[in-house]
Each structure stands twice: as structure tokens, then as C-alpha cells.
């Protein structure tokens, strides 16, 4: 049946949803939400703001959107044969390596941050979330990189 929906489309759909929500979180929180409160709230009030909104943003990347990219992207990379050998491979496979690996640091990251920002540094943490939504970013253009089929 051609033009409809199969499966694969809708597993993709999802992979490219959460992508989405990951980092559109990340850039309207960067963006719009933390310059806001930081702007209309006094030190101690957007500190608290802030660090609640961060731990709820981490809660929901480590119930939601993680499982869902790393369970979509096998599914994908299984449907598409890929293997541990052909992400060497010039094309597909390097670009699909280069963004794996983009993603673990993106991760890392990310979890940095949360880390530097429980212990009170908040340069570093400030760092970590930038590094963290440039190569989320980063991760973005990769994957437009690769092929749909």
C-alpha cells in the first residue's frame, strides 16, 4: 500500500519526536524560560526555580527520552542492518557513528551538569549545559545526514 504509514515510519516518528522534545526543551529553557525567571525573580526565588526545573527536565530525559531514543534508534539501526562493523564503514555508518558518539558525550554532558549543579558550581555547570545543547545540536545535524530508508 503505497503513501501509507507503516511501521517503520512511525518508529522514526517517534526517534524524530523525541529528539524534538529533548532539544527543544533544552533550547526553551535556554532561551525563553531560565533569562525570564532569572529576569523577573529575585536571586534566592530563581535558584530554586531553576534547579527545579533542571531536575524535572533530567527526571523526564531519564524516564522518557532516553529509553525512547535508545529503544527507537536499535529498532531503527536493527531494521536498517546495521552492525558493529558497518559503523565503520564510509557513509551511513560513519555518519551513524559519529552520531552515536555525539549523543554519549551529549549525555555525559548533560550529566555533568546536574552533577556541577548539585555541587554549587555553576560556571561549570553553566559550560556542561551549553556543551550539552551545542551537540545536541549537533546530534540533530547528523542525523539529517542519514537517510530515511
Known amino acids: 500500500m503505497t503513501g501509507a504509514v507503516g511501521l517503520w515510519s512511525l518508529v522514526r516518528f517517534i526517534h524524530v519526536i523525541g529528539a524534538v522534545v529533548w532539544v527543544g ?28 526545573a533542571g531536575r524535572r527536565f533530567g527526571i523526564l530525559t531519564g524516564a522518557v527520552f532516553l529509553p525512547l531514543q535508545l529503544g527507537t534508534g ?33 549525555m555525559l554532558a548533560a550529566a555533568a551538569h546536574g552533577w556541577a549543579h548539585a555541587k554549587g558550581r555553576a560556571e561549570l555547570a553553566r559550560a556542561l ?21
Open 25 to 52: 526543551g533544552q533550547l526553551a529553557l535556554s532561551l525563553v524560560v531560565l533569562p525570564l525567571g532569572r529576569r523577573l525573580l529575585d536571586t534566592e526565588a530563581f535558584a530554586g526555580f531553576a534547579a527545579a
Open 129 to 149: 549545559a551549553v556543551v550539552s545543547l551545542v551537540g545536541s545540536i549537533g546530534v540533530v545535524l547528523l542525523a539529517t545526514a542519514l537517510p530515511a530508508t
Open 74 to 106: 536499535w529498532a531503527l539501526a536493527w531494521h536498517k542492518g546495521v552492525t558493529w562493523a558497518s559503523l565503520a564503514e564510509p557513509g551511513y555508518g560513519r555518519v551513524l557513528a559519529a552520531k552515536l558518539a555525539l549523543f554519549v558525550a551529549v
